[in-house]
């Protein structure tokens, strides 16, 4: 989380149906996050664990968990997929008339959802047995726009066709299928004169084992995204500074009503137990 001058780092157990906040870390460095980490009771029995394409972290959980498998989030593979996909359209875009620009701004919002889910839109009409014709007009025509503009600007078709391509590799129903659609997607891109895809395929490359690894543990940092909006949250209603008090709120579900002012400064010097601890 960053709402502080220096990043918090939160730590859950994500498996159901026992999912709970493990800690609440001062500081997201690795050294900290590694300290931590090794502090831990049994490590040979942690057989994943789910992170954020983020290097620093996979430094720290492979020095002290050599044999756990690292599973990248999906949501986290599906951003830079979508990022890699606006930066190419928006270097596209800029070489373009201001005319040319406006018209496909008007699309934006389709462009970046996913296929699926809009052809699923479609064919929604089809069963739907109290339709609005005004929403299957607008589903008709959010199709209709973003198809005839594809086909009007070929470099944007093929952008968007990449980024279609990277996200059905998450939609394979085994790891073999999913590696395969990799291999292809990989022989597709690789002399694209794009830059963004470019930095995605090394990126993908890079990750690729980790993402692979989700087929054999099915984690995600679902949970953790959760709580770590509610760790904004509750950092928003206190003072600068009251780490104790957060990770309370957070570790043990105190609510701050709990706390007076005077118990802060002996929180942070007295130290509390966790789960792992007791």
């Known amino acids: 989380m960053t709402g502080r001058r220096e990043p918090l780092c939160l730590i859950t157990n994500p498996e159901r149906p026992r999912r709970y906040v493990l800690e609440v870390l001062p500081s997201a460095r690795e050294g900290a996050l590694t300290h931590y980490l090794s502090t831990l009771v049994n490590p040979d029995n942690v057989e994943a664990i789910c992170i954020d394409l983020s290097t620093q972290y996979a430094k720290s959980v492979r020095k002290v968990f050599p044999c756990a498998r690292l599973v990248a989030d999906r949501f986290h593979v599906d951003q830079i997929t979508l990022r890699a996909f606006r930066q190419a359209r928006n270097q596209f875009m800029a070489e373009l008339p201001a005319v ?3 018209r496909i701004k008007a699309i934006l ?3 970046e959802e996913d296929n699926e889910r809009l052809k ?3 064919s929604a009409k089809a069963w739907r047995t109290e339709r609005s014709e005004a929403i299957d007009a607008l589903i008709s025509s959010e199709w209709g726009q973003m198809r005839a503009m594809l086909r009007e600007y070929p470099p944007l078709e093929r952008m968007w066709k990449l980024r279609e391509g990277f996200r059905l590799i998450a939609k394979a129903l085994t790891r073999e299928e999913a590696e395969q659609r990799h291999q292809r997607w990989c022989r597709e891109i690789e002399y694209d004169d794009a830059q963004p895809f470019q930095t ?3 990126t993908s490359s890079y990750w690729q ?3 692979m690894n989700y087929y054999d543990y099915p984690i995600t940092n679902g ?3 959760g709580q770590n909006k509610r760790l904004k949250q509750v950092h928003e209603r206190m003072r600068e500074g009251a780490y104790a008090l ?4 957070m570790v043990y579900h105190f609510p701050l009503d709990w706390f007076a002012p005077a118990y802060s400064h002996f929180a942070e010097s007295s ?3 966790t789960r792992r601890e007791r």
Request: proline fraction near 0%; aromatic fraction near 4%; hydrophobic fraction near 45%.
């Open 100 to 102: 040319d620009r406006q």
């Open 109 to 111: 919002k389709v462009l």
């Open 120 to 122: 699923n839109r479609e």
């Open 200 to 202: 995605l395929l090394k």
């Open 209 to 211: 084992e980790a993402i």
């Open 223 to 225: 949970f953790i995204e």
């Open 246 to 249: 957060l990770r309370a709120k």
């Open 271 to 273: 130290g509390m137990q």
